[in-house]
């Protein structure tokens, strides 16, 4: 009796294991295209902006990191015209920290949530002096500890700053990849690795700025501007409102 006892709770255990393995391999909604289609999709938007950019303005990895950080829940155009004048005089962390709290909360309180995000951007400042000597590192983990800094943001200077293959899922792309149906998740984590194992390698380095851009420009929230679209004839979005894509030619 006493075995038949040890083995049931053998078994308990051994399921129990299984169903915690299988939930770190969360099974991901899959994509509605062939990997054909996902490839045409990115050859496309190659095309059309052959060396994409972000629109943040920035003149080194600090500048970036803190111009994503003051981005969230703003523009990036409100961000530009903040951060001018700001990284004019301080586009260092020491620089940063001899402004003062006080005078950086000045130069960005046209920004929503100024106030934390001065108070973020010295901490930040003050952990990249101490911890990494004045330097952004080039290490997701090491990014993320820092004040402010979350995985999006993380991911951003990881691939801007330092050509890393990352996936920044923003409200655009988040929008994009269930609209789409090209990598649909419940969350931006799902999306971002959803996309990141449905983006050709070959097209992963600018991927998110092609969909950032195209969700921006494009694929917009209210109404997207079907006509515009490069990929309308291979979009399965229920929204869509032609099967034309327009022209293929690069942007300026």
Same mark, same amino acid.
């Given at each position: ?11 308990? #255990? =051994? ?20 990997? #054909?289609?996902? %490839? ?22 600090? %500048? ?10 703003? %523009? ?15 586009? =260092?962390?020491?620089?940063? *920290?001899? *402004? ?22 010295? #901490? ?8 990494? /000597? ?8 090491? *990014?993320?500890? !820092? $004040? ?14 330092? /050509?890393? $293959? ?52 494009? &694929?917009?929230?209210?109404? $997207?501007? &079907?006509?515009? &679209?490069?990929? #309308?004839?291979? &979009?399965?979005?229920?929204?869509? %409102? ?5 022209? !293929?030619?690069?942007? /300026?």
């Amino acid at each position: 009796m006493e075995k038949a006892k040890t083995k049931s709770t053998a078994n308990r #255990a =051994t399921n129990g294991a299984k169903r915690k393995s299988g939930a770190r391999r969360k099974r991901l909604p899959k994509s509605a295209y062939t990997e #054909a289609e996902i %490839t045409e999709i990115f050859r496309r938007f190659a095309i059309q902006r052959p060396e994409p950019k972000g629109e943040l303005e920035h003149v080194n990895p600090y %500048t970036l990191l803190v111009a994503v950080v003051l981005s969230a829940q703003a %523009t990036d155009a409100g961000v530009n015209k903040a951060t001018r004048p700001l990284f004019a005089v301080a586009d =260092t962390p020491q620089k940063m *920290l001899d *402004l003062g709290e006080d005078r950086v909360r000045e130069y960005i309180r046209t920004i929503g949530l100024y106030r934390n995000k001065a108070k973020n951007v010295i #901490a930040l400042s003050r952990a990249l002096i101490a911890d990494h /000597g004045g330097t952004v590192p080039a290490d997701r983990d090491a *990014l993320t500890k !820092l $004040p402010g800094v979350g995985r999006k943001t993380a991911n951003v200077v990881l691939n801007m700053a330092f /050509g890393q $293959p990352t996936m920044a899922v923003d409200t655009h792309i988040f929008r994009i990849g269930n609209r789409m149906r090209l990598a649909p998740g419940k969350t931006v984590d799902d999306v971002e690795q959803n996309l990141l194992r449905t983006v050709p390698e070959a097209y992963l380095q600018h991927a998110h700025h092609w969909l950032i851009l195209h969700g921006r420009y494009v &694929c917009k929230a209210r109404k $997207p501007d &079907c006509p515009a &679209c490069v990929v #309308a004839d291979l &979009c399965k979005s229920k929204e869509k %409102t032609t099967d034309v894509p327009a022209a !293929l030619v690069p942007l /300026g």
